[in-house]
C-alpha cells in the first residue's frame, strides 16, 4: 500500500503558516515595524519600490541581535518575547507569536544585518539560510525583503496593484506614528520621500499626520483627541484606535465613543479620533487574528462604559459644549426593534410628511395578525408590515447615509468578485477586504438585521436591483412581529417618500370604512 500522509517539509510549513500572517506587503512592513518598537529603536526608516513587491527595507536603531540571536530569529516560533503561559497571557510587546520574521523569510528573499555589539548579516532565500558572516553595523537591525511571494504564484496573482499597496503601507506607518510620538519614521516609496516625522509631543505628531483634533479626552485608562461633531464624516476611516498602544479594530468602541458624543452627532455619522485605550493586559485577548487587527475584551460593558464616560467627559471640560446639537434627542424607546434599527434622521430627508400624530389619542395599534398591523385611527387602517419592511428598507438602501449599526464583530463573508465591495457600500453596508475573497462587513443600515444578513446577501444574489432585494429580503426573513414593532414599523412608513406601495408597487395599507367593511363581508359571504 502507498501511504497517502507525508509529513510536510519545514519549508513548505512556513510557506503554509506565512500566508496568515503575510497578507500582504503592508503586513510585512508591519510587522517589521513593530519588531522594530518591541527592540526599543527611536528610529524606524522605511523604504519600499514597486509596493513593496520588488523591496521593503526597515533599519532601526533598537537593539539588535547577537550572531545567535539572528541566527534563531528566523526560525519559526523563535521568540525572544513569550517564554511561559503566563506571558501570552499578560502580553506587552507587539509581537509575540515568533513567526513572522520565519514567515516572511519563507516567501522572499531577505537579508539581514543586525548588531548588538559587533555586526552579522544574513541571507536567506525561500527561507533556508544561504550566506552569511561577520559585518560592520552600529547597534541595530536592518531588514531587506525582495521579491515577496517570489515562491507563492498563487497569492502574487491577487496582489493588489503597486499603488493600492503603497498607499495601504502609508497609512499603516502614519497609524502607528501616531501612537509613538517620541519616534522618527520615515518613509521613501521609489526614492521619494513621503513621510518624515521627528519627534514630538503627541498632539503635535496627530496634528501633523490629521490635521487639528481640537478635543481632548483625558480620563481613567482613556486618552486621545476627537474632531468636533460638526467635521463627523459618513465612514470610519478617520478613526484611529489603540488599545495599549496596539492599532485595533473594534467596532464596540466606535460605538462607545458615538455614545459618547450623545446627542452631538446624528445617527449616521462617524466622528474622526485618535484614541489610545490602557487596560490591564490580562483583560484583553488580542490572540484573536494572526495579524492582531482584533481585540476581544473580557468586560466588553466596562471598557464601552470606559470609553463612553471618557468622550463625554471632552465635551464637558472644553468648549465643544457650544457646539450646535444637530437633533432634538429622539424619546428614549423601549421596544427592542426600534432600539437597534431606528435612526431618527433615516428617513428625515423624505421632507414634507411632517410626522404628527399622537398614539394615546389619535391611533391605536389593535392587534398584529400574522404579517398584518390592525391599526385604529379615524378609520380602521389594515397594514401589510412585510410591505411595509420593503418600503423602509428600500428607501434606506437607495439613499444610504452611512451605516447605522457597528456590528460587534465584524460578519464575514466570501465575495468572489471585486466589484461586490463597492455595490455593498452603495447601500450604505459598511465593509473591507480581509483576504482576497473575503469581506469583513462592519456596519448594516436600518431595518437590515444582522441576524437575518445572510437572507439579505441571498435575496441580493437573487434580486440584484434594490427594489426587489428589498422585497425579498422583507418577505424571507420570518419575522414575529410585537405590537410595537409593528407600529414603529408604521410611522416609518409614513416618512417614507412614498408610503403607500412597497417597492414593488404592491399596497401597503388599506383603511376600513364603514362602506368597504360592508363590501368586504358581502363579498366574503358568497
Ligand atoms: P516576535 O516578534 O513575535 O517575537 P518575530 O519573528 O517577529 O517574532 O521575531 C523573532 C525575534 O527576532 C524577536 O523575538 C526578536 O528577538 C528578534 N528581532 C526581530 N526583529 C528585530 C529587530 N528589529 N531588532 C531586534 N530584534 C529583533
Ligand atoms: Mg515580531
Same mark, same amino acid.
Given at each position: 500500500m502507498i501511504?497517502k500522509?507525508?509529513?510536510?517539509?519545514?519549508?513548505l510549513i512556513?510557506?503554509?503558516?506565512?500566508?496568515?500572517?503575510v497578507?500582504?506587503?503592508?503586513?510585512?512592513?508591519?510587522?517589521?515595524?513593530?519588531?522594530?518598537?518591541?527592540?526599543?529603536?527611536?528610529?524606524?526608516?522605511?523604504?519600499?519600490?514597486?509596493?513593496?513587491?520588488?523591496?521593503?527595507r526597515?533599519e532601526?536603531?533598537?537593539c539588535?541581535?547577537?550572531r545567535e540571536?539572528?541566527?534563531l530569529?528566523?526560525?519559526?516560533?523563535?521568540?525572544?518575547?513569550?517564554?511561559?503561559?503566563e506571558?501570552?497571557?499578560r502580553l506587552?510587546?507587539?509581537?509575540?507569536?515568533?513567526?513572522?520574521?520565519?514567515?516572511?523569510?519563507?516567501?522572499?528573499?531577505?537579508?539581514?544585518?543586525?548588531?548588538?555589539e559587533?555586526?552579522?548579516w544574513?541571507?536567506?532565500?525561500?527561507?533556508?539560510?544561504?550566506?552569511?558572516?561577520?559585518?560592520?553595523?552600529?547597534?541595530?537591525t536592518?531588514?531587506?525583503v525582495?521579491?515577496?511571494?517570489f515562491?507563492?504564484?498563487?497569492?502574487?496573482?491577487?496582489?493588489?496593484s503597486?499603488?493600492?499597496?503603497?498607499?495601504q503601507?502609508?497609512?499603516?506607518?502614519?497609524?502607528?506614528?501616531?501612537?509613538?510620538?517620541?519616534?522618527?519614521?520615515?518613509?521613501?516609496?521609489?526614492?521619494?520621500?513621503?513621510?518624515?516625522?521627528?519627534?514630538?509631543?503627541?498632539?503635535?505628531?496627530?496634528e501633523?499626520?490629521l490635521?487639528?483634533?481640537?478635543?481632548?479626552?483625558a480620563?481613567?485608562?482613556?486618552?486621545?483627541f476627537l474632531?468636533p461633531a460638526?467635521?463627523?464624516?459618513?465612514?470610519?476611516?478617520?478613526?484611529?484606535?489603540?488599545?495599549?498602544?496596539?492599532?485595533?479594530?473594534?467596532?464596540?468602541?466606535?460605538?462607545?465613543?458615538?455614545?459618547?458624543?450623545?446627542?452631538?452627532i446624528?445617527?449616521?455619522?462617524?466622528?474622526s479620533?485618535v484614541?489610545?485605550?490602557?487596560?490591564?493586559?490580562?483583560?484583553?485577548d488580542?490572540?484573536?487574528?494572526?495579524?492582531?487587527?482584533?481585540?476581544?475584551?473580557?468586560?466588553?460593558?466596562?471598557v464601552?462604559?470606559?470609553?463612553?464616560?471618557?468622550v463625554?467627559s471632552a465635551?464637558?471640560?472644553?468648549t465643544g459644549f457650544?457646539?450646535s446639537?444637530?437633533?432634538?434627542?429622539?424619546p428614549?424607546?423601549?421596544?427592542v426593534?426600534?432600539?437597534?434599527?431606528?435612526?431618527p434622521?433615516?428617513?428625515?430627508?423624505?421632507?414634507?410628511?411632517?410626522?404628527?400624530?399622537?398614539?394615546?389619542?389619535?391611533?391605536?395599534?389593535?392587534?398584529?395578525?400574522?404579517?398584518?398591523?390592525?391599526?385604529?385611527n379615524?378609520?380602521?387602517?389594515?397594514?401589510?408590515?412585510?410591505?411595509?419592511?420593503?418600503?423602509?428598507?428600500?428607501?434606506?438602501?437607495?439613499?444610504?447615509?452611512?451605516?447605522a449599526?457597528a456590528?460587534?464583530?465584524?460578519?464575514?463573508?466570501?465575495?468572489?468578485?471585486?466589484?461586490?465591495?463597492?455595490?455593498?457600500?452603495?447601500?450604505g453596508?459598511?465593509?473591507?477586504w480581509?483576504g482576497?475573497?473575503?469581506?469583513?462587513?462592519?456596519?448594516?443600515?436600518p431595518?437590515?438585521?444582522e441576524?437575518?444578513?445572510p437572507?439579505f446577501?441571498?435575496?441580493?444574489?437573487?434580486?440584484?436591483?434594490?427594489?426587489?432585494?428589498?422585497?425579498r429580503? #422583507?418577505r424571507?426573513?420570518?419575522?414575529?412581529?410585537?405590537?410595537?414593532? #409593528?407600529?414603529?414599523l408604521?410611522?416609518?412608513v409614513?416618512r417614507c417618500?412614498?408610503?403607500?406601495?412597497?417597492?414593488?408597487?404592491?399596497?401597503?395599507?388599506?383603511?376600513?370604512?364603514?362602506?368597504?367593511?360592508?363590501?368586504?363581508?358581502?363579498?366574503?359571504s358568497?
Amino acid at each position: 500500500m502507498i501511504a497517502k500522509i507525508a509529513r510536510l517539509s519545514e519549508p513548505l510549513i512556513n510557506q503554509i503558516a506565512a500566508g496568515e500572517v503575510v497578507e500582504n506587503p503592508a503586513s510585512v512592513v508591519k510587522e517589521l515595524i513593530e519588531n522594530c518598537l518591541d527592540a526599543k529603536a527611536r528610529s524606524i526608516s522605511v523604504w519600499i519600490e514597486g509596493g513593496g513587491e520588488r523591496l521593503i527595507r526597515v533599519e532601526d536603531d533598537g537593539c539588535g541581535m547577537g550572531r545567535e540571536d539572528a541566527l534563531l530569529s528566523l526560525e519559526r516560533h523563535a521568540t525572544s518575547k513569550v517564554r511561559l503561559q503566563e506571558d501570552l497571557e499578560r502580553l506587552v510587546t507587539m509581537g509575540f507569536r515568533g513567526e513572522a520574521l520565519a514567515a516572511i523569510a519563507a516567501i522572499s528573499h531577505l537579508e539581514m544585518k543586525t548588531s548588538e555589539e559587533t555586526g552579522y548579516w544574513i541571507r536567506a532565500e525561500g527561507g533556508s539560510i544561504v550566506a552569511q558572516g561577520p559585518c560592520a553595523r552600529n547597534r541595530g537591525t536592518t531588514i531587506e525583503v525582495r521579491s515577496l511571494f517570489f515562491n507563492v504564484p498563487a497569492r502574487k496573482k491577487f496582489l493588489k496593484s503597486p499603488s493600492a499597496n503603497t498607499a495601504q503601507i502609508i497609512r499603516m506607518i502614519e497609524t502607528i506614528a501616531l501612537a509613538y510620538p517620541e519616534i522618527f519614521f520615515s518613509l521613501r516609496t521609489d526614492g521619494k520621500t513621503v513621510l518624515e516625522v521627528m519627534p514630538t509631543a503627541p498632539k503635535k505628531r496627530i496634528e501633523q499626520l490629521l490635521g487639528s483634533m481640537p478635543h481632548e479626552v483625558a480620563s481613567d485608562h482613556l486618552w486621545g483627541f476627537l474632531t468636533p461633531a460638526s467635521e463627523a464624516k459618513t465612514h470610519r476611516r478617520g478613526q484611529h484606535l489603540f488599545v495599549n498602544l496596539r492599532p485595533v479594530f473594534s467596532p464596540l468602541i466606535s460605538k462607545a465613543v458615538k455614545a459618547g458624543y450623545g446627542v452631538r452627532i446624528d445617527e449616521r455619522s462617524h466622528p474622526s479620533f485618535v484614541l489610545f485605550l490602557d487596560i490591564d493586559p490580562g483583560s484583553v485577548d488580542v490572540n484573536v487574528h494572526p495579524q492582531k487587527r482584533e481585540v476581544r475584551f473580557a468586560d466588553e460593558a466596562k471598557v464601552f462604559q470606559i470609553v463612553q464616560r471618557g468622550v463625554a467627559s471632552a465635551f464637558e471640560t472644553s468648549t465643544g459644549f457650544a457646539e450646535s446639537i444637530s437633533f432634538s434627542p429622539p424619546p428614549p424607546c423601549p421596544f427592542v426593534f426600534l432600539e437597534k434599527t431606528a435612526s431618527p434622521r433615516v428617513f428625515q430627508e423624505s421632507g414634507n410628511h411632517a410626522y404628527a400624530f399622537d398614539f394615546t389619542e389619535q391611533e391605536r395599534p389593535l392587534a398584529v395578525v400574522d404579517g398584518y398591523l390592525l391599526l385604529q385611527n379615524a378609520s380602521l387602517l389594515l397594514i401589510d408590515l412585510r410591505a411595509a419592511h420593503a418600503r423602509v428598507l428600500y428607501e434606506s438602501l437607495q439613499s444610504p447615509q452611512g451605516a447605522a449599526q457597528a456590528l460587534l464583530w465584524p460578519l464575514e463573508i466570501l465575495a468572489e468578485e471585486e466589484t461586490v465591495q463597492t455595490e455593498l457600500e452603495a447601500m450604505g453596508i459598511e465593509c473591507r477586504w480581509t483576504g482576497k475573497k473575503t469581506l469583513a462587513i462592519d456596519a448594516l443600515p436600518p431595518f437590515l438585521e444582522e441576524n437575518d444578513f445572510p437572507q439579505f446577501l441571498q435575496a441580493w444574489q437573487e434580486g440584484k436591483r434594490i427594489d426587489d432585494v428589498a422585497n425579498r429580503y #422583507a418577505r424571507a426573513v420570518k419575522k414575529r412581529f410585537t405590537l410595537e414593532e #409593528a407600529h414603529f414599523l408604521w410611522q416609518q412608513v409614513q416618512r417614507c417618500k412614498e408610503s403607500k406601495f412597497d417597492p414593488k408597487g404592491k399596497r401597503i395599507w388599506a383603511s376600513l370604512d364603514e362602506t368597504r367593511l360592508r363590501t368586504l363581508l358581502d363579498l366574503l359571504s358568497d
